[in-house]
């Protein structure tokens, strides 16, 4: 069995530009995480276009690692149509986080800084590196992976849906067999920037369900000031029983 929970909130601003979806279908599941980028309201509907593109490919039936990378493109032109449309004042973009599964195995694709954990026996197996300037500054060494938390470029992304690229750039899809115990997470920068993944992984010690690591992780984002530079937060939790 697998459970879900989801959250999003506008934290300290007055536009939530976070979307998230979880769909679940017989034996097949979908988790859509997507964080909007424009300001006054647009990175928002980058965010849903995303997510609505997103999700009428799941309707359409199984995907494949091949059809991850297709949907995720079609929904980088869907965000690029919808600029054009809108003209110069068209600054919309997105990141996104695809988390598909079945009974056996689930895959994952993102683009941007929102983020997907992976969690086997109490430790992290798994963490998607982010399309930005700290990550890469990580990478070649020049700083920890805890810096990214705190970096001043931190909201420099290398990637993500929408820009003037003819195609998107994604990282390849990773996968892995379901087993029982195993945990995932989802979240938007504005969720793992406050939250280590130390705490993480307590959090997830003490809770007796999916719901209650979620809304234990929030208490902890929420202990930040809540002004306009808290920004929006969200969430996705998958726990394989």
Not at 9 to 15: S, T, V
Not at 181 to 191: A, E, I, K, T
Request: proline residues 2%; aromatic residues 8%.
């Amino acid at each position: 069995m697998i459970s879900f929970y989801a959250v999003t909130n506008a934290g300290g601003r007055k536009y939530n530009e976070d979307c998230v979806e979880v769909l679940v279908e017989d034996t097949r599941w979908c988790c859509i995480l997507a964080d909007g980028l424009g300001g006054m309201g647009g990175g928002a509907d980058a965010a849903q276009i995303v997510t609505q593109t997103l999700k009428e490919c799941f309707d359409s039936g199984f995907m494949t690692s091949q059809t991850l990378q297709e949907c995720c493109q079609r929904a980088h032109q869907a965000v690029q149509q919808k600029k054009k449309t809108l003209g110069k004042h068209g600054s919309l973009f997105s990141t996104v986080v695809l988390v598909y599964g079945t009974e056996k195995k689930m895959h994952w694709i993102y683009c941007g800084d929102s983020r997907f954990y992976l969690f086997c026996n109490d430790a992290i197996c798994h963490r998607t590196k982010d399309h930005s300037v700290p990550q890469m500054l990580a990478s070649c060494g020049e700083i920890r992976e805890e810096e990214i938390r705190c970096h001043p470029d931190r909201n420099r992304l290398l990637a993500c849906l929408g820009t003037e690229d003819e195609q998107a750039k994604l990282s390849a899809v990773g996968e892995m067999d379901i087993q029982s115990g195993l945990v995932g997470l989802l979240c938007s920068d504005g969720f793992w920037e406050p939250v280590s993944e130390v705490q993480m992984l307590q959090e997830h010690c003490r809770a007796k369900s999916v719901q209650q690591w979620i809304r234990a992780l929030v208490k902890l984002v929420r202990k930040q000031p809540k002004d306009e530079h808290m920004d929006n937060f969200s969430a996705i939790g998958i726990w394989v029983h």
